[in-house]
């Protein structure tokens, strides 16, 4: 596996394995029509183009495809981190999740945080992350929950 920056042309894979683990990883945990909320069919691409060149943004590159990406927005915000499903539980998000936090040391923050999905909660708990608090969240007519977590750097 490697780790390497996000290119634009990245984006269509990108978006493709987002949408995958939303349907068929998180579908253990969120409803039909949540997952369909989360990940809908077709990509706001200006919004997604738009969050990726504007986050620090990490790709794991493996087998010839994009095995995961994480990015990580301003004052520590990790605001995505996605794995496909074929290469779960084998140190992809782990890796990636290093890189963040190190950008994040680099960056001078002191602190990372995101908002967990139920799915991803226990990976976050294992690396250190504590829960600041539960919340439910709209989006596209669907109320989702899920746990603000931050890690002290």
Not at 47 to 59: F, M
Not at 73 to 100: M, P, T
């Amino acid at each position: 596996m490697e780790l390497r920056r996000y290119d634009p042309t990245d984006l269509p894979e990108i978006y493709r394995l987002f949408y995958d683990t939303v349907h068929q990883v998180n579908r253990a945990d969120y409803s039909q029509g949540q997952v369909d909320a989360w990940a809908p069919q077709e990509m706001d691409q200006a919004r997604w183009e738009a969050s990726l060149a504007a986050h620090e943004t990490w790709v794991a590159w493996s087998g010839g495809r994009i095995a995961g990406f994480g990015d990580l927005g301003e004052n520590g915000y990790l605001d995505r981190l996605y794995v496909q499903k074929d290469f779960l539980r084998q140190g992809v998000a782990s890796a990636i999740l290093r890189q963040l936090e190190q950008s994040a040391r680099q960056q001078g923050c002191r602190r990372v945080y995101t908002e967990a999905s139920v799915t991803a909660r226990p990976f976050f708990a294992h690396w250190g992350y504590r829960v600041v608090k539960k919340q439910e969240k709209p989006l596209r007519g669907q109320v989702f929950i899920n746990f603000v977590m931050e890690k002290i750097l």
